[in-house]
């Protein structure tokens, strides 16, 4: 049976009432259970310090009769995907002792022109309710630059979207978690609004060694050939990377032939599975353009094609209109003539 289409299936959902926008976990993991460069865990404690403080500032300081609007303690976390920006949103949480409210983008935009806002306003009220830190992850995709043009319905609605999104930043006095790697494209509005921006740099060889040390558990059976430092220095990787290429050895290791007590996880193992984590990276940064040979400097004055051509399958997948995704993928094909 062909499945439904992720689009349809949302409808359905809308429409019987299935759908969850948001997700609320106990955080579990700390600080701990990361590593960073030592200036990102400044960083991050100067966010903490302003959690703890606020209370001082604004209540018995009296600063909130003075300054009513703005209260929220927002924090920009920027950087390559696996660098641990969901961990330390999640830690932040754990230090607090407050639940940590996930926010689903692909489920907080709704098919139905109007309804996203609606959806904004409810992950902010959800947090009230819970005393939560909210967290948006993939933020650039919610608080992404307002549109000077809005001749189309699609359009009008993205601004809407921001402007809800910032006006209720204005009334929320709790602690908000944006999370991006492409933290460029967020409207300018929000710099204002957002208290500290955190860098997540990719690690170190340093932090990377010690982040292949802490991927296993004291009874994990290793390898003695295996070269901790030798694989940070031979892989330039994010955190993320290495916590994957860890599993598939582990798999990789499970599966070799012979009783489980004499297997292990050799250097070989991590080193293999780390090229195929890599391989995979490029076969998703494949374009149909590029492998296709064809020349994109001629087009230059038109844009990045493929950047606008992404745009535009977004804003065909948000009408569900199947013509215009074919009109697009037509329109490309004449340009590259």
Same mark, same amino acid.
């Given at each position: 049976?062909?499945?439904?289409?992720?689009?349809?299936?949302?409808?359905?959902?809308?429409?019987?009432?299935?759908?969850?926008?948001?997700?609320?976990?106990?955080?579990?993991?700390?600080?701990?259970?990361?590593?960073?460069?030592?200036?990102?865990?400044?960083?991050?404690?100067?966010?903490?310090?302003?959690?703890? !403080?606020?209370?001082?500032?604004?209540?018995?300081?009296?600063?909130?009769?003075?300054?009513?609007?703005?209260?929220?303690?927002?924090?920009?976390?920027?950087?390559?995907?696996?660098?641990?920006?969901?961990?330390?949103?999640?830690?932040?949480?754990?230090?607090?002792?407050?639940?940590?409210?996930?926010?689903?983008?692909?489920? /907080?935009?709704?098919?139905?022109?109007?309804?996203?806002?609606?959806? /904004?306003?409810?992950?902010?009220?959800?947090?009230?309710?819970?005393?939560?830190?909210?967290?948006?992850?993939?933020?650039?995709?919610?608080?992404?630059?307002?549109?000077? !043009?809005?001749?189309?319905?699609?359009?009008?609605?993205?601004?809407?979207?921001?402007?809800?999104?910032?006006?209720?930043?204005?009334?929320?006095?709790?602690?908000?978690?944006?999370?991006?790697?492409?933290?460029?494209?967020?409207?300018?509005?929000?710099?204002?609004?957002?208290?500290?921006?955190?860098?997540?740099?990719?690690?170190?060889?340093?932090?990377?060694?010690?982040?292949?040390?802490?991927?296993?558990?004291?009874?994990?059976?290793?390898?003695?050939? /295996?070269?901790?430092?030798?694989?940070?220095?031979?892989?330039?990787?994010?955190?993320?990377?290495?916590?994957?290429?860890?599993?598939?050895?582990?798999?990789?290791?499970?599966?070799?032939?012979?009783?489980?007590?004499?297997?292990?996880?050799?250097?070989?193992?991590?080193?293999?599975?780390?090229?195929?984590?890599?391989?995979?990276?490029?076969?998703?940064?494949?374009?149909?353009?590029?492998?296709?040979?064809?020349?994109?400097?001629?087009?230059?004055?038109?844009?990045?094609?493929?950047?606008?051509?992404?745009?535009?399958?977004?804003?065909?997948? /948000?009408?569900?209109? !199947?013509?215009?995704?074919?009109?697009?993928?037509?329109?490309?094909?004449?340009?590259?003539?």
């Amino acid at each position: 049976m062909t499945p439904l289409p992720d689009r349809l299936i949302r409808a359905f959902n809308e429409l019987s009432g299935t759908k969850r926008i948001t997700e609320s976990v106990v955080p579990r993991r700390t600080f701990n259970d990361v590593i960073l460069p030592e200036r990102t865990f400044r960083a991050l404690d100067q966010a903490l310090a302003q959690v703890t !403080s606020h209370d001082l500032i604004f209540r018995q300081w009296g600063l909130g009769d003075r300054h009513p609007t703005g209260l929220a303690l927002a924090f920009n976390f920027a950087g390559p995907s696996g660098t641990g920006k969901t961990i330390c949103a999640e830690a932040i949480a754990h230090a607090l002792g407050r639940r940590l409210l996930n926010v689903r983008y692909t489920e /907080v935009e709704s098919m139905w022109l109007g309804e996203t806002p609606k959806n /904004v306003a409810a992950v902010f009220r959800a947090a009230r309710e819970e005393n939560a830190v909210l967290f948006f992850d993939e933020a650039d995709a919610i608080a992404s630059r307002r549109s000077s !043009s809005v001749e189309h319905g699609v359009q009008r609605e993205m601004n809407t979207v921001v402007n809800v999104l910032l006006q209720e930043m204005e009334r929320f006095n709790g602690v908000v978690i944006f999370a991006t790697n492409l933290a460029s494209n967020f409207d300018p509005a929000f710099e204002r609004r957002i208290r500290t921006h955190v860098l997540f740099e990719m690690p170190g060889v340093e932090e990377r060694e010690r982040i292949w040390q802490v991927q296993f558990a004291r009874e994990t059976p290793l390898a003695a050939d /295996v070269d901790f430092a030798k694989l940070a220095r031979t892989y330039e990787v994010s955190g993320g990377d290495i916590r994957n290429a860890v599993l598939k050895a582990a798999l990789a290791a499970a599966a070799a032939p012979g009783d489980d007590a004499s297997k292990r996880i050799t250097h070989r193992h991590l080193d293999d599975a780390m090229r195929e984590v890599l391989d995979g990276k490029r076969v998703m940064r494949q374009s149909i353009l590029r492998d296709a040979g064809v020349a994109i400097g001629p087009l230059d004055a038109l844009g990045n094609v493929e950047e606008r051509l992404q745009r535009l399958l977004a804003i065909a997948a /948000v009408l569900g209109g !199947s013509a215009l995704i074919v009109a697009i993928v037509a329109l490309v094909v004449a340009l590259l003539r």
